[in-house]
């Protein structure tokens, strides 16, 4: 795998222990690198924390996009793996201008066959490429 798939994969898991646990994903980050810096365990990836940090300055705006493009479908419903998938997957598209959006839509489908339900993969491949389609017009400046 991948070290940007495996960054993807354990932002993932900190998205969706935060969202478990009603805590901020910078916190549980945090939790995260003192608790593998004690355990002599290495370092996380640097783009967990750009993933990380990139998602919580930005989640009221990707939330509001995946709720407004997700036909019938609030963020309370959703499956918390897809809805940490999701966001990840808007974020890469929105501000991080050095990732193809087709690569951010591809690695997102691939985290939800993996770990999420049997339609997760339509759902997030066709909300990420309407996201991918209508970019240009949301009017949201790239810079993070």
Known sequence: ????SKARKRALDILYESDLRGSSAVAV?????????ADKEPELN?????????????????DEILS????GWTLDRM???????????????IWA??????????EAVTLVTDLST????????GLLGRIAEI??????????
């Open 1 to 4: 795998m991948a070290a940007r």
């Open 118 to 125: 049997d339609e997760s993969s339509s759902f997030v491949n």
């Open 97 to 106: 201008d050095e990732i193809p959006d087709a690569v951010a839509i591809s």
């Open 68 to 71: 407004t493009y997700s036909m």
């Open 29 to 37: 980050l945090e939790t995260q690198i003192g608790r593998r810096a």
């Open 79 to 93: 499956p918390a793996v897809d809805k940490a998938v999701l966001r990840i997957g808007a974020y890469e598209i």
């Open 135 to 144: 970019k240009p017009n949301l009017g949201i400046s790239t810079i993070s």
């Open 46 to 62: 640097a783009y967990v924390r750009t993933l990380i940090e990139g998602v919580t300055a930005n989640q009221e705006q990707i």
